[in-house]
Each structure stands twice: as C-alpha cells, then as structure tokens.
C-alpha cells in the first residue's frame, strides 16, 4: 500500500505532536508459513513519485507503537558529461531503475527456471509456481540472480534522477497499547498482536543539500595553466608586466638615439658644407691661384 502525503497536507510543525498516525491490521491468519517468517509490516518513506524500495525500509512489530522520526536529504548531481542521469522531473516513477533491473530478475527467472519470487505480484500467475516451493527452483533463482546482479549491463534501463529526496529515519518503539489503555478502549475478543501503531514526523524542517560542482571552470583552468607556467619558466603576472615595461624602454630608448644619430649626422653635413664653401671663398681671394 502507498499513502501520499499529499492527503496529509503539510505538517503544522516538527515532532510527535504534528506526526501522521497509522494504526495497521496485520491480519496473521492469513499469512502464508512458506513466504512470511515474521509477523509485522515493512514501512518505507521515498519520495512523491519514486519507486517504494523496501529493502531500505524499517520493520515495525505487532503491539508495539513506534515513532518514526525523518531527516531531509536532498542530492543535485550535475549530469552529461560528469554523472550520468536523468534530468526529466517528469518520468513516471514505474520507468526508475530500480523497478526495472527487479523485471530483468523476474523475466530471466521465469524463463530459465519456471518459477516466480515471493514479491513478483505485478506477474503473478497461478500457472507459475514460486522458487520457494522447491529446492532446486530455488537454487536455480538464486544462481540467476548472482548472474544478473553481478553483470546488469545486458538489462537496459533508465538512468537515475538528477535531482533526488532522501529521508534519513530514526525509530523508536514501546509497548503498545499499556494494559490500563488496553483495559478502557480495547474488547476482549481483539487481539492486540494484530495490529501495530506508527506515528511519522519531521525532526526538523531544514534539510541538509548534496550538490555535485565541477571540479575546475574556465577560470581555474586559466590559473593552474599560469601556475604551471610560472612553476616552469619561473614567470608570474609581475614578471610579464615586468618584461613589457623592459621592452617599451628599449624601444623608446633605441628610438631616442636613432633621433640623436640623425641630428648629429644632419649637423656634421652642414658643418663640412661650411667648410667647403669658406675654403672656396679663400680660394677666389688669392691672386695666385
């Protein structure tokens, strides 16, 4: 059975007081010796719209009431090209892995030993017995299930959620009810052994967050390449700044003097001028020449 916390509404605050009470038949008599070893109920708590795993549930037990304390994990995982998984809120939740590698189990035991687990009810059939019944079904469901749980590649299924609900549990039971409460409200033709009692709640409303990052951006990846190039070559952002300011003053140098050169060689040009033109006027003065 699977209640929605949506018929619920929201809590009005955190503990006992504000918990959602469940008061459970377990209707033993009918319970089948070769399936059932225990008496009890197995609960779970998942998220809205994701497949009820009870291999992660508790056990609660006949005639006890137990408190059912929850704590909120959420995990964000990043997606292609870091973690593979579905960003598709959408997806109904009978497409989620795990459903799906369970009806990988379920076919390859149906079709190489012609027996069915204790748990296949969405293919139950009274043609197929279960592998419970006889030994060496049973051995040959075993030996199916090591194969498929060992090598799951060959069952092609979706990928997980990126964006995942967890609710982390803590229980506490006592003896329920007390003999005087058993003495004032209980008949005594019921059985308190039939029924057990659960009463679920937040501990607290905030919640701790998981999020995958990236291991480096752009920007880190910018820095480690100037880190490995400083640790190399012995340069930094001072050193480059450094170098730049060396070579404007060189050229700015080189420039002045290439003007100096110029000025000096222009000068020396009209200094020889000078001097062959007086050494020409001195020329024409003298009678004998």
Same mark, same amino acid.
């Given at each position: 059975?699977?209640? %929605?916390?949506?018929?619920?509404? #929201? ?22 010796? %070769? ?48 973690? &593979? ?10 497409? *989620? ?25 969405k293919y139950d ?26 090598? /799951? ?19 506490? %039971? ?9 003495? /004032? ?6 059985? &308190? ?12 409303? *905030?919640?701790?967050e998981f999020k ?20 190399? /070559? ?24 290439? #003007? ?28 004998? %020449?």
């Amino acid at each position: 059975y699977t209640l %929605s916390a949506r018929r619920f509404g #929201k809590p009005d605050g955190i503990g006992i007081y504000n918990s959602i009470e469940l008061r459970m038949s377990l209707d033993t008599g009918n319970y089948c010796a %070769s399936i059932s070893e225990a008496e009890g109920v197995r609960v779970t708590v998942h998220e809205a719209g994701s497949w009820p795993d009870p291999n992660t549930g508790v056990t609660l037990a006949p005639a006890m009431s137990h408190s059912i304390g929850l704590k909120t994990k959420k995990v964000k995982m990043l997606g292609w090209p870091y973690t &593979p998984c579905e960003k598709d809120k959408s997806r109904p939740f009978e497409d *989620s892995p795990e459903p799906c590698f369970d009806k990988c189990v379920v076919r390859a035991t149906m079709d190489e030993c012609g027996c069915k687990f204790d748990g296949s009810i969405k293919y139950d059939s009274f043609e197929i017995p279960y592998c419970a019944e006889e030994e060496e079904l049973m051995k040959c469901a075993e030996a199916v299930e090591d194969r498929w749980m060992e090598d /799951l590649d060959d069952c092609v299924c979706p990928l997980e959620r990126c964006e995942q609900t967890k609710y982390e549990v803590y229980r506490s %039971s006592a003896r329920w009810p007390g003999d005087k409460k058993r003495a /004032l409200d209980w008949g005594e033709d019921e059985n &308190p052994n039939e029924y057990v009692q659960a009463q679920i709640y937040f501990q607290e409303f *905030s919640y701790e967050e998981f999020k995958e990052v990236p291991d480096s951006n752009f920007v880190q990846m910018l820095s480690s390449i100037g880190g490995s190039l400083g640790l190399c /070559l012995g340069m930094s952002l001072i050193s480059v700044g450094e170098l730049v300011e060396l070579c404007s003053l060189l050229i700015i140098r080189a420039n002045r003097h290439r #003007k100096e050169r110029a000025k000096e060689r222009k000068a020396q040009e009209e200094e020889k001028k000078k001097r062959l033109l007086s050494e020409g006027s001195e020329e024409m003065k003298d009678p004998t %020449s």
